[in-house]
């Protein structure tokens, strides 16, 4: 693959806090290697910053390896930017021009607030796992693996479900800020296993409480959170979020 | 939402049913019988509280989830490509909602509002339901406002019948397949029916 060099213009969205309000701050950025890393390149700039005695921008990272769900930038209006199946620290510049415009945003929405710059809080994902995201398992020694029988569809659509890193791309792309894809996919990794089965009503109707709790939207079937998921999550578990929810609230005698 | 979209879907198969009874070319003979038993049916009477409650549950369920999702994202994004992750019909329900609402209003007062008086009101009219369909339809700028009014509704169904499915928990490799080509295959058979009604009228091609 070709190796260049570019000059981008950046747009990025700078907020105080989260009482301030916040607005987009343009920056250069010169000689950027095609082959960093997005979050590489807002470290140039901020490093940048730093000489200029200026406040760097604050953003989320962890492994930088597209598995922990940390990053989360609405980069030139598509959430993770503009590859499928793909998070920002693993988004190269190579899939930007010399001379590009790139506008920098936050997650929007009201379950997400903005800390400061593009951090956003998404302790509402970790209290809707709480609410229900979870399994009764005795204490002891570990079960063997295998001591339990499993379909291998059952297992694969589980395994494909628990891909999702709670990153919270489907809420920041969906028009009508909804985590059913998010809820969706925790409820469906649990409710395909048998270790799931315990808590089977209680969990849907549980984290979908909790969903409504904090604000999230609601799914009005546009798909665009499966188009921009990293993990490619598919809405086929917004679907059985929805039907294991129909069965539970129509059994439950709360 | 999906429960009184589907029963609403149901209903306009009945609806589309009995118009095309006009494109038998009997001077409406069929037509007018259809519609006399249609409203002089006591059953019928009471479906059709059944389906003004479904119209507006529907439209009550539409107007909670827009207040809802608005609430959802108070700051909008500055710059946003909704066109690289999802198709315009499926995040314009609400539009779309709204032009077969105010296409309603219209379509009510010019075949419904008239009937019902003669029902309840004891109004009488001389013209059939047939006449009156002919008279409407004569008029061109009416006819372009219900193909409009079509064209609203054929991408609603179009996204709103798999759309309804995935809803109510149904989406199967075999079987969501084949829901997605019965949809597309209803939305484009009634649209098509009901565009035809008013344009052949004003062409004279339905005697």
């Known amino acids: ?186 409820v469906s990794q649990l409710a395909l296993l048998p270790q799931g089965e315990p808590e089977r009503e209680s969990r849907v109707l549980n984290m979908v409480a909790q969903m409504d709790k904090e604000g999230f939207g609601n799914c009005t079937n546009t798909y665009a959170c499966e188009a921009e998921c990293p993990k490619g999550i598919s809405v086929a578990n917004i679907a059985r979020l929805n039907s294991e929810f129909l069965k539970a609230g129509l059994s439950t005698e709360d | 939402m999906a429960m009184t979209g589907i029963f609403l879907i149901l209903f306009l198969i009945v609806h589309a049913g009995i118009n095309a009874c006009i494109f038998l070319n009997d001077n409406g003979e069929t037509f007018n019988q259809m519609a006399h038993f249609m409203s002089h049916n006591w059953i019928l009477r009471f479906l059709e509280v059944g389906l003004f409650a479904g119209l507006i549950l529907h439209i009550f369920q539409g107007l909670s989830l827009w207040s809802q999702n608005n609430k959802a994202r108070p700051v909008q994004y500055h710059f946003s490509q909704p066109s690289k992750n999802s198709k315009w019909y499926s995040r314009s329900m609400g539009i779309l909602g709204t032009l077969l609402l105010l296409f309603l209003i219209m379509h009510l007062s010019h075949f419904y509002v008239g ?51 995935q809803t109510l928990g149904i989406n199967h490799k075999r079987y969501t397949p084949l829901i997605k080509i019965i949809g597309i295959g209803y939305a484009v058979i009634i649209c098509v029916l009901f565009a035809l009604m008013p344009i052949s009228m004003y062409l004279g091609c339905i005697k």
């Open chain 1, 1 to 186: 693959m070709e190796h260049y060099h570019m000059n981008l213009t950046l747009k990025v969205w700078r907020q105080k806090n989260n009482k301030s309000k916040g607005k987009l701050e343009t920056y250069q950025v010169s000689n950027i290697s095609s082959e960093m890393s997005f979050l590489e390149m807002i470290d140039v700039l901020n490093e940048q910053l730093i000489t200029e005695d200026k406040d760097p921008i604050a953003f989320d990272h962890d492994c930088r390896e597209g598995i922990c769900g940390m990053c989360s930038m609405y980069i030139n209006g598509q959430a993770h930017g503009p590859w499928q199946q793909n998070t920002t620290c693993q988004l190269h510049m190579r899939a930007f021009k010399d001379g590009d415009t790139i506008v920098v945003e936050p997650w929007r929405s009201t379950a997400f607030p903005v800390v400061k710059d593009l951090v956003v809080d998404r302790s509402s994902f970790d209290r809707i796992i709480q609410a229900g995201g979870f399994i009764s398992v005795n204490t002891g020694n570990a079960v063997d693996a295998n001591a339990l029988p499993i379909d291998k569809k059952d297992a694969d659509d589980a395994f494909m479900a628990a891909a999702c890193i709670g990153c919270g791309a489907c809420v920041a792309t969906c028009k009508n800020g909804s985590a059913m894809l998010f809820v969706g996919a925790k």
């Open chain 2, 115 to 165: 009937t019902k008086m003669e029902l309840y009101g004891g109004v009488h009219h001389d013209e059939t339901l047939f006449e009156e369909m002919k008279e409407v339809f004569s008029n061109l700028w009416i006819v372009i406002l219900y193909v409009v009014g079509v064209i609203a509704l054929f991408w609603h169904l179009y996204h709103g019948f798999q759309s309804a499915f």
